[in-house]
């Protein structure tokens, strides 16, 4: 077996194994996946020097590609790749591509997004508070 069948074969196994998965279960995986990658995200933001950022960066997005969670841009690579090649349909692609995009938008606006706006919404608005009396007693 040379290089490429290996390389091949590997592909065909993970587009079959991201289209196998039934609705809620490409949901829950996008949803996991989403919340690392927006974390990524948020990690860089908070990171001062460009070596805080590049860690901040790889290690969530390493752990979602180890855990086999669904990415709606990484589908788009591997899916096609064994729909290509005729292992895949391009049937199964979009049954698959409903689930992972609702469950990356739950996973990155509400999970990571909501929950930050949740714990600093209150803090947002004891500072207009603040700037409201100060321009009050001025």
């Known amino acids: 077996m040379t290089e490429t ?7 065909i196994a993970a587009a079959q194994s ?3 998965a039934n609705f809620i279960e490409a949901f829950i995986s996008a949803v996991g996946c989403n919340w690392l990658v927006a974390l990524a995200i948020w990690i860089t933001y908070s990171a001062e020097d460009t070596t805080g950022k590049i860690i901040g960066l790889f290690l969530p997005i390493c752990a979602f590609i180890t855990l086999g969670f669904q990415h709606i841009v990484a589908n788009m690579f591997v ?3 064994g729909i290509f090649v005729g292992a895949v349909t391009w049937g199964e692609y979009f049954m698959n591509f409903i689930p992972v995009f609702l469950g990356n938008a739950v996973g990155g606006a509400i999970l990571v997004g909501g929950l930050y ?3 600093y919404a209150r803090q947002d608005k004891k500072v207009v508070e603040e700037i409201k009396y100060i321009k009050k007693s001025s």
């Open 79 to 81: 899916i096609p790749a």
């Open 117 to 119: 706006y949740g714990a």
């Open 5 to 11: 069948d290996i390389f091949l074969n590997k592909t």
């Open 18 to 20: 991201k289209v196998d």
